[in-house]
Protein backbone atom coordinates (compact mmCIF):
# COMPACT_ATOMS: atom_id res chain seq x y z
CA UNK A 1 0.00 0.00 0.00
CA UNK A 2 1.13 3.03 -0.89
CA UNK A 3 1.91 6.63 1.08
CA UNK A 4 -0.73 9.03 -0.23
CA UNK A 5 1.06 12.38 -1.01
CA UNK A 6 -0.44 15.86 0.17
CA UNK A 7 0.35 18.41 -2.39
CA UNK A 8 -0.22 22.68 -1.91
CA UNK A 9 0.62 25.49 -3.87
CA UNK A 10 4.28 26.52 -4.73
CA UNK A 11 5.69 28.75 -1.95
CA UNK A 12 2.11 28.46 -0.27
CA UNK A 13 2.60 29.99 3.70
CA UNK A 14 0.94 26.71 4.64
CA UNK A 15 2.82 24.29 3.41
CA UNK A 16 2.53 21.16 5.10
CA UNK A 17 0.22 22.82 7.92
CA UNK A 18 -1.73 19.62 9.51
CA UNK A 19 -5.99 19.78 9.83
CA UNK A 20 -7.48 17.60 12.40
CA UNK A 21 -11.21 17.32 12.75
CA UNK A 22 -12.26 17.84 16.39
CA UNK A 23 -15.80 18.11 16.34
CA UNK A 24 -18.76 17.36 13.84
CA UNK A 25 -22.36 17.61 13.14
CA UNK A 26 -25.03 16.58 10.66
CA UNK A 27 -28.62 16.64 9.12
CA UNK A 28 -29.43 14.21 6.77
CA UNK A 29 -32.26 12.43 5.31
CA UNK A 30 -33.10 9.03 7.25
CA UNK A 31 -33.65 10.98 10.28
CA UNK A 32 -29.89 11.58 10.87
CA UNK A 33 -28.80 13.90 13.38
CA UNK A 34 -25.22 13.08 14.51
CA UNK A 35 -22.12 11.79 13.48
CA UNK A 36 -23.49 8.36 14.99
CA UNK A 37 -26.67 8.42 13.60
CA UNK A 38 -25.20 8.39 10.46
CA UNK A 39 -22.38 5.89 11.00
CA UNK A 40 -25.42 3.47 12.01
CA UNK A 41 -27.33 4.55 9.11
CA UNK A 42 -23.96 3.40 6.93
CA UNK A 43 -23.62 -0.01 8.60
CA UNK A 44 -27.72 -0.65 8.56
CA UNK A 45 -26.80 -0.27 4.63
CA UNK A 46 -29.19 2.87 4.46
CA UNK A 47 -32.43 3.03 3.89
CA UNK A 48 -34.35 0.58 1.47
CA UNK A 49 -37.26 2.24 -0.30
CA UNK A 50 -37.17 5.73 -1.53
CA UNK A 51 -40.43 7.20 0.40
CA UNK A 52 -42.69 9.88 -0.73
CA UNK A 53 -42.35 13.27 -1.05
CA UNK A 54 -43.86 14.80 2.43
CA UNK A 55 -46.71 16.60 2.18
CA UNK A 56 -45.03 19.07 4.08
CA UNK A 57 -42.68 20.11 1.95
CA UNK A 58 -45.01 20.11 -1.61
CA UNK A 59 -47.63 18.46 -3.21
CA UNK A 60 -45.42 15.92 -5.58
CA UNK A 61 -48.74 15.10 -6.92
CA UNK A 62 -49.37 18.41 -8.45
CA UNK A 63 -45.86 17.70 -10.80
CA UNK A 64 -45.55 14.09 -11.23
CA UNK A 65 -45.55 13.32 -15.24
CA UNK A 66 -44.06 10.04 -16.56
CA UNK A 67 -42.02 11.82 -18.82
CA UNK A 68 -39.08 13.65 -17.51
CA UNK A 69 -38.73 15.67 -20.33
CA UNK A 70 -41.64 17.92 -19.54
CA UNK A 71 -40.59 21.11 -17.89
CA UNK A 72 -41.86 22.02 -14.50
CA UNK A 73 -42.57 18.19 -13.67
CA UNK A 74 -40.65 14.95 -11.62
CA UNK A 75 -40.81 11.91 -13.19
CA UNK A 76 -40.55 10.03 -9.71
CA UNK A 77 -42.91 10.41 -6.57
CA UNK A 78 -39.93 10.32 -3.54
CA UNK A 79 -36.99 11.48 -2.31
CA UNK A 80 -35.00 11.84 0.35
CA UNK A 81 -35.89 14.66 3.01
CA UNK A 82 -34.23 15.94 6.50
CA UNK A 83 -37.04 15.69 8.91
CA UNK A 84 -38.36 18.46 11.18
CA UNK A 85 -40.20 21.42 10.52
CA UNK A 86 -37.01 24.44 9.43
CA UNK A 87 -39.16 26.85 10.79
CA UNK A 88 -39.42 24.96 14.48
CA UNK A 89 -36.23 27.32 15.24
CA UNK A 90 -35.24 29.29 18.44
CA UNK A 91 -33.60 32.76 17.00
CA UNK A 92 -32.94 33.87 20.00
CA UNK A 93 -30.39 31.31 20.62
CA UNK A 94 -28.06 32.79 17.91
CA UNK A 95 -28.97 36.63 19.19
CA UNK A 96 -31.11 36.98 16.24
CA UNK A 97 -34.65 38.89 16.37
CA UNK A 98 -37.93 36.71 15.32
CA UNK A 99 -38.38 39.33 11.92
CA UNK A 100 -34.79 38.88 10.94
CA UNK A 101 -35.15 35.22 11.53
CA UNK A 102 -38.49 35.41 9.32
CA UNK A 103 -36.33 36.28 5.99
CA UNK A 104 -33.93 33.74 6.95
CA UNK A 105 -33.19 30.73 4.62
CA UNK A 106 -33.91 27.15 6.75
CA UNK A 107 -30.66 26.33 5.37
CA UNK A 108 -29.01 29.10 7.56
CA UNK A 109 -30.80 28.10 10.16
CA UNK A 110 -30.12 24.30 9.79
CA UNK A 111 -26.66 25.02 9.30
CA UNK A 112 -26.16 27.60 12.90
CA UNK A 113 -27.45 24.62 14.72
CA UNK A 114 -25.19 22.15 13.28
CA UNK A 115 -22.05 24.19 13.88
CA UNK A 116 -23.24 24.65 17.27
CA UNK A 117 -23.39 20.71 17.77
CA UNK A 118 -20.09 20.53 16.26
CA UNK A 119 -19.04 22.80 19.04
CA UNK A 120 -20.47 20.72 21.47
CA UNK A 121 -19.05 17.46 19.91
CA UNK A 122 -15.18 19.20 20.05
CA UNK A 123 -15.80 19.92 23.84
CA UNK A 124 -15.21 24.11 22.34
CA UNK A 125 -17.31 26.43 24.20
CA UNK A 126 -18.39 29.02 22.60
CA UNK A 127 -16.49 31.79 24.49
CA UNK A 128 -13.46 29.41 23.58
CA UNK A 129 -14.37 29.92 20.07
CA UNK A 130 -15.71 33.55 19.95
CA UNK A 131 -12.78 36.22 18.46
CA UNK A 132 -10.55 32.42 16.70
CA UNK A 133 -8.95 32.95 13.57
CA UNK A 134 -10.86 30.34 12.48
CA UNK A 135 -11.96 29.88 8.69
CA UNK A 136 -15.50 29.14 7.65
CA UNK A 137 -15.59 28.03 4.46
CA UNK A 138 -19.13 26.68 3.19
CA UNK A 139 -20.91 25.13 -0.06
CA UNK A 140 -24.28 25.63 -0.90
CA UNK A 141 -26.35 23.58 -4.11
CA UNK A 142 -29.56 25.08 -4.11
CA UNK A 143 -31.36 28.38 -3.60
CA UNK A 144 -35.05 27.60 -3.14
CA UNK A 145 -35.99 29.54 -1.12
CA UNK A 146 -34.42 32.88 -2.24
CA UNK A 147 -36.48 32.10 -5.63
CA UNK A 148 -39.74 31.52 -3.94
CA UNK A 149 -39.34 34.78 -1.82
CA UNK A 150 -38.01 37.04 -4.79
CA UNK A 151 -40.82 36.25 -6.76
CA UNK A 152 -42.66 39.15 -4.53
CA UNK A 153 -40.48 41.86 -4.78
CA UNK A 154 -42.70 44.91 -3.52
CA UNK A 155 -42.91 43.01 -0.02
CA UNK A 156 -39.27 41.94 0.48
CA UNK A 157 -37.82 43.21 3.52
CA UNK A 158 -33.70 44.80 4.20
CA UNK A 159 -33.00 41.26 6.14
CA UNK A 160 -33.73 39.50 2.60
CA UNK A 161 -30.39 40.13 0.99
CA UNK A 162 -28.86 38.88 4.05
CA UNK A 163 -31.36 35.85 5.10
CA UNK A 164 -31.25 34.41 1.55
CA UNK A 165 -28.39 34.66 -0.31
CA UNK A 166 -26.43 31.15 -0.36
CA UNK A 167 -23.45 32.83 -0.83
CA UNK A 168 -23.32 34.48 2.57
CA UNK A 169 -23.80 31.05 4.53
CA UNK A 170 -20.29 31.44 5.66
CA UNK A 171 -20.45 35.00 6.49
CA UNK A 172 -23.56 34.48 8.95
CA UNK A 173 -21.89 31.56 10.54
CA UNK A 174 -18.52 33.65 11.41
CA UNK A 175 -20.97 36.04 12.08
CA UNK A 176 -22.61 34.57 14.66
CA UNK A 177 -20.08 32.81 16.71
CA UNK A 178 -17.50 35.71 15.81
CA UNK A 179 -15.18 33.57 14.03
CA UNK A 180 -12.26 36.07 12.65
CA UNK A 181 -11.33 33.74 9.94
CA UNK A 182 -7.35 32.97 8.77
CA UNK A 183 -5.14 36.07 8.39
Keep these: MSTPQVT ?4 SPHDAEPIAVIG ?5 PGNVRSPSD ?3 LL ?6 NTPKVPKSRFNIDAYLHPSNER ?15 P ?12 VEASWMDPQQRLL ?4 YEAFENSGTTLDQASGQKTGCFIGSFTFDF ?3 IAKEPDFLHAYFAMGADPGLLGNRVSYVYNLTGPR
Excluded at 87 to 98: A, E, L, R, V
Excluded at 112 to 115: D, H, Q, R, W
Design 112 to 115: LEVV
Design 43 to 48: ISRGIA
Design 71 to 85: PGSFNVPGGYFIEGD
Design 8 to 11: TAPG
Design 24 to 28: MGCRM
Design 146 to 148: QQS
Design 38 to 40: FWN
Design 87 to 98: YDWNPGMFNISP
